[in-house]
């Protein structure tokens, strides 16, 4: 074995900074308190959100989460940790944390892989005719991948989409003693990669992908959220990705949360219980 | 490795989203619970399930369960998640939710496999003397095709059977760096599923066996809820299954919950421990 | 792999259903108790164990534990699941429940090879000098084989052995990548069964075993219970298992529980620490 | 594989059963106590500590523990399980016992193994330039035996080291589906032993080492309980060892856990924070 | 596998004792206090940190911890466990304890290896053209090392970087059933590490790397903490590093928790959500 090839890295982009922050309802709680108490929870609940969602440095979005893991998600879109934890530090401090117990949370960014782009770039030039051997090529790749880096931008530093269902998990690629992806050449990992992402591709009308990594920042190395107005596509996509060998070999899951999305105004109802 | 050849992803009918929720119950509340508190729980709680139960939407059944890990599970069988979210939300807001406390749960989405509807086609068809390679063969297979789906459709949206006993326990197929189900060819899985319906099959009498679909839902791929009036009969048949070698090697198993069927008019009388 | 060879699955007898029921006492309520309400909830909890253990359908025994895993074990022996649920909720709304907090369970079902008995009945033979080819051979087995399931009936309908200790824990065959039990042929598991067997024979003076399966019940496959009026021969007899090649490759341990037997009346005197 | 050949068994001496009882302290409680309270609580705490020390029955001594984990561990030596399960009950029902909740616990019996002393006896024969094959030897050997036992009844009824440091943690044996060392033969696990006993001599003079068995008793299969006065020798030694075979390939460690001899009388001003 | 050759075990040098302690804030504590209460426990809580941090023993630093795992993270580098273990008391028995609680920890000890040392002795004598085998180059090693040794010494007893963020994980190298860190021969060990430590270097310029060592002191080997003023900059260096075959094959990693440096005279303001 070697000390000196340095490891062939993927390069990638990163963009806004991501929380999930999951949280049970103490319910029991609710139940006991005085309408007037309720209500006034409930409508600094819809400010706080309300505000959260406008800051002006990202986006955040809630969801009503199914089953005993958590009741509430909020999503968190930030420029960076600072606007992060100052969201989280500005809930502990909202009289809608009287009701609220963590229960999970997750740290990522949103990244884009560069392969992707140089590759869209190549395809283009290819259908255009100009060869790779020539020094046209060479410009003309330049100036696509300018024009990529800037698409890539709205996908780096997105609005949360507004599907009605969101599906959020962790992952990990395997580091199994047989099966390890951080062993893998490039090559085979690049070949790995794109036949996942014609699954991703295929799903694409149905489901919005979003991707953030959490190397170095959190105990899976990614998140995935799923969006989607179709709660059986999350099963579909999911499924099928479950073959495909970059998956079926490589993948590790963390736990699955499925969540409806909540308008601000709607969580002193629900709340409430309406 | 190939990275453009579609996986031999299994097709599949999907039908009631279900929920199992499972509930410890706070004894201590109840035993230190006035006699009309205690009642008017008891009376609100048999209100809720028997309202739950016959919501139009779906089903949903009560069990007493053995052992620390919950003392009742909810199961509902409803038309999507919205609509188990709801009757979720409408439990944290009911009077029995002031003695119960959440202890696990389990979101998934009863299906049947496609193979199997082909599989009886095919059959009856031979039986009937119709030679594959016929173009009437054609024709009546996709006749009988749509006769599969509709006796499917009882299967993918029916009542919970009325058995005294229930199990209930998540499984996930194994990816093991050896033994990789989602590694196997379409034919080697079919192969084994096969082998594994028959043992299921031949149970058939003693136990009636609902299987769900949680990828991408929950943290296991499947729920498998059994039903019997005999409870060794659950010891049986997962006994035997073990030996199978689609769960030899190839089953990963969650915990397992096994409990009793309570009618909605027997809470007050439970809760009371009468 | 062929999808038609029926498994090769060892034939069981069942008997008693079987709980494990571990709680941990309340040492603060305890202390805080006013001498009134100690001897009170003594008095309950001694009538309660008596009641327990009188029921005509099985028996129940309590065992004091040591460590922080929990405070009591109470192992109850009876016909059917549903009078385990009826001792488990008995337990729930009775005083002595006020002092204990649920800290661990398991459900199983008291089992015997009947290949053990097919041995014996063969022995036999052998030893009367009665040949396996005649006619004489087939009649006799039958008869012996009848003799044999009484003999086993007592040890499925076990009175709880008197024994000063018990040691409980929870196991499971391997279902490795290498070393998978459920994967080896029928004559493999008998030939490992049978030399495992010979170790628990070899102690069987100092220690008596109880083997319960919880297949389709519960997370782990079987329940061990070791009783010995000496506290070392759990240690002697499970170090001397763990070299046998059915242990060495094929067995998973859970939690070991080691307690000292404790009758109805010492209930009270025990609670309050005397 | 043969059902027939004997394991070739480890042979043990058995000596004092062994607790390692792990606590937090309740700060918030401790802090809320009026000074008189914390007095009272102190002083008993202090009574009932060198009672458990001066018990004639084995030995007890207590550290304050560094981290989360816990913050006070108490190690008990008694001549059986009775006397350990009277310590505890006798803590719980104490004064003391309001300011602790259980947090972890460990029962073992200290072992040493008879191959140790034989392989001393035939050296010191060795040396005396008696040859094994005379009848002299036999003889020799038998009355070396002897010795020895008496030698090591020092080892197995200790009075805990006096040391101000204490390390302790549980280990079990790998049973890898590769490394398994219940698998090894009795001549493989002795080299391996010799060599691991080694390092452990080596650091003798800065480390006492104590080896309890647990094997039947708890989940893991040893206590390890380092002593030393100076509290990197315990990092030096396990280090060192982690590279030795019988620890790199087949040891699996539980959590570890340091702390700081305190005397009965330091206990009130401990928990007084001075 | 012979029993005699002793194993090639890395020599380290070791400075500072580290705890990382994390707590969680009781928010619904803090949100009810009385602002006079909360105004006197940020004043004492700031009047601690600052004491700890000024002790003279060593150096204290605080940081807000993002996400649910824990709100405070407070690193500790001391002379000996002993202060460890004071600071930690101390804390135990400080206003501040009332609105904290424990989330987790972790022990260990700055560590240095000595191969690095003389691999830096060597490179500079042979930049000087001393050539190895002659009188004069062990001469030079010698006197080279003493300056390598009290160059290192500022690295084992440092004061903690003043970087905005910080991230800490605990690792340890994989003992697995092929990939076995510990089976690997020094010179395997020596060349993987080189090729890791390149990685560190190439960020050295964003990222402050302090390795601890933790066998034998708590559940994993090593502590990792990463101090810098980007913090994309964590992400970018373990992404790099997973792919370095040291990482790759040979590291399990803890949980990792991302905070941002506090000041002692912000703790109240923080606590006060301004």
Redo the contacts between chains.
């Keep these: 074995?070697?000390?000196?090839a340095a490891?062939?890295?993927p390069q990638?982009l990163?963009g806004w900074?991501v929380?999930h922050?999951?949280y049970h309802?103490d319910?029991?709680k609710?139940?006991a308190l005085a309408p007037a108490d309720l209500a006034r929870i409930g409508g600094e609940g819809e400010r706080w959100l309300q505000e959260a969602a406008t800051c002006g440095k990202g986006d955040t979005a809630a969801y009503?989460v199914?089953?005993?893991?958590a009741?509430l998600m909020l999503v968190h879109y930030r420029e960076?940790?600072?606007a992060?934890?100052e969201v989280?530090?500005?809930l502990?401090?909202s009289p809608l944390?009287?009701v609220l117990l963590?229960?999970?949370?997750?740290?990522s960014?949103i990244e884009v892989s560069l392969n992707e782009a140089s590759a869209v770039a190549a395809k283009k030039l290819a259908e255009q005719g100009i060869k790779p051997t020539t020094a046209r090529y060479a410009a003309a790749f330049d100036q696509e991948m300018s024009v990529q880096r800037k698409r890539l931008e709205t996908r780096l530093r997105p609005v949360i989409p507004s599907a009605r269902?969101a599906?959020f998990y962790p992952m990990s690629k395997r580091?199994?003693?047989?099966?390890?992806w951080?062993?893998l050449s490039g090559d085979?990992r690049r070949?790995?990669m794109?036949?996942h992402g014609k699954i991703g591709h295929k799903h694409h009308q149905q489901v919005t992908q979003v991707i953030s990594?959490?190397?170095?920042?959190?105990?899976w190395e990614w998140g995935v959220t799923?969006f989607s107005d179709d709660?059986?596509a999350?099963?579909?996509?999911?499924?099928?990705m479950?073959?495909?060998?970059a998956?079926?070999?490589y993948a590790e899951?963390g736990?699955?949360h499925?969540g409806?999305r909540g308008q601000p105004s709607q969580i002193g109802q629900?709340l409430a219980?309406k």
């Design positions: 074995m070697s000390d000196t490891p062939d890295v990638t990163e900074f929380q922050a999951l309802v319910w029991g609710v139940r009503a199914i089953g005993h893991k009741d960076d940790i600072d992060l934890k989280e530090h500005s502990a401090h944390a009287e963590p229960a999970t949370s997750f740290l960014v269902y599906c580091r199994g003693e047989k099966n390890n951080y062993a085979e070949a790995l794109r036949g990594g959490a190397i170095g920042l959190d105990d799923l709660c059986l999350f099963k579909k996509l999911v499924h099928e479950r073959f495909d060998p998956s079926a070999l899951f736990p699955f499925v409806i629900w219980g």
